[in-house]
């Protein structure tokens, strides 16, 4: 049986063979392969449909490592197997193996369109997360690929647009760390995005834009008026605290929406001191600097 599903062909005799009573359709092997995975991992289409019409019953089975015959077709990029099995209305498209479930590893081997079919296949669970704490929208993100990303976002309502853990950061984080334009937008335009969501260090997507020099990014989330821009990370810095360090297009930018130049960190630094030393514009961020703080003293006094 096992032989037949990883090289033959000829569906005939392997019909006429399983048509036999006394033969069982998934037998395992020492690693509790079954037909059915070889036939997945061979790309032998023909032995897949043949088992299946005859016995279903075997479409789930895992091997000792827990992979199934999906997760065997993902990892070849057997894209006519994967399709065959989704059509059927027992299949588990979230079974994971000991490391990853097939829509993460499908974006893991860049397998795009498969990666669709499974995003599209209404049991997928889109927010589970494999061996590493990541959702697919986390790990699409993470690789830079913003094609499957969107296809998440537009596709699939239910995704958590904000999950993020320990080092892996919410999906508007990465996305503007990466520049990835047409994701901060989407994102931003769900109901449920979160954006001043700090990470784990306490850095919202405004720090981190600031940080990774995404002027778009910074744009986008001052024109929304759910973004605090004077939160601050982990070390009490702010998002003008880190943009004086930068440059003056950024404390600029800050200052005219509001941004608060007094702010003192956790140890006591305030923008003005790192302004000082600032690696370039330091000149025209210090005058910045000043005339904001000249015009908060005026408004303190009154007239």
């Known amino acids: 049986m096992h032989l037949f599903a990883r090289k033959s062909n000829n569906v005939r005799i392997f019909k006429d063979l399983i048509s036999k009573e006394s033969v069982g359709l998934y037998p395992r092997n ?3 392969i079954t037909p059915l995975m070889y036939a997945a991992a061979k790309g032998n289409l023909l032995i897949m449909q043949a088992l299946l ?15 199934s015959a999906l997760f065997y077709a993902v990892e070849e990029g057997f894209g006519a197997g994967v399709y065959s099995l989704l059509t059927q209305p027992s299949i588990d ?20 369109e498969i990666a669709r079919a499974l995003i599209l296949h209404p049991k997928t669970k889109m927010n589970s997360i494999g061996r590493n ?31 993020g853990k320990d080092d892996i950061g919410p999906p508007l984080h990465i996305a503007i760390t990466h520049h990835l334009y047409s994701i901060c ?12 969501l700090p990470d784990s260090s306490d850095k919202t997507p405004l720090i981190m834009a600031v940080i990774s020099g ?3 990014g910074m744009k986008l989330l ?16 702010s998002a003008l605290s880190h943009a004086v360090e930068r440059t003056s297009i950024y404390v600029r930018l800050l200052l005219q929406h509001g941004a608060r130049p007094d702010l003192k960190e956790k140890d006591g630094r305030t923008p003005m001191f ?8 330091r000149n025209e961020i210090l005058e910045l600097l000043k005339a904001a703080m000249a015009a908060n003293d005026t408004l303190r006094e009154g007239p």
Do not use: C, W
């Open 214 to 216: 995404n002027l778009h």
């Open 133 to 163: 704490p990541y959702t697919p929208l986390n790990k699409t993100l993470m690789k830079h690929d913003q094609e499957p990303a969107e296809f998440m976002i537009l596709n699939r309502r239910e995704i958590n647009v904000n999950y």
């Open 222 to 237: 001052l024109a929304r008026n759910d973004v605090n821009i004077d939160s601050v990370d982990d070390q009490g810095r």
């Open 53 to 67: 019409e005859r016995d279903i019953s075997g479409l789930n089975m895992r091997n000792k490592v827990g992979a």
């Open 93 to 112: 498209p979230n079974g994971r193996n000991n490391y990853s479930r097939p829509l993460i590893r499908a974006l893991d081997k860049g397998h795009r």
């Open 185 to 196: 937008e989407l994102l931003l335009a769900r109901k449920k995005s979160q954006a001043d």
């Open 274 to 281: 790192r302004a000082i030393v600032a690696p370039f514009d």
């Open 30 to 32: 020492d690693s509790g």
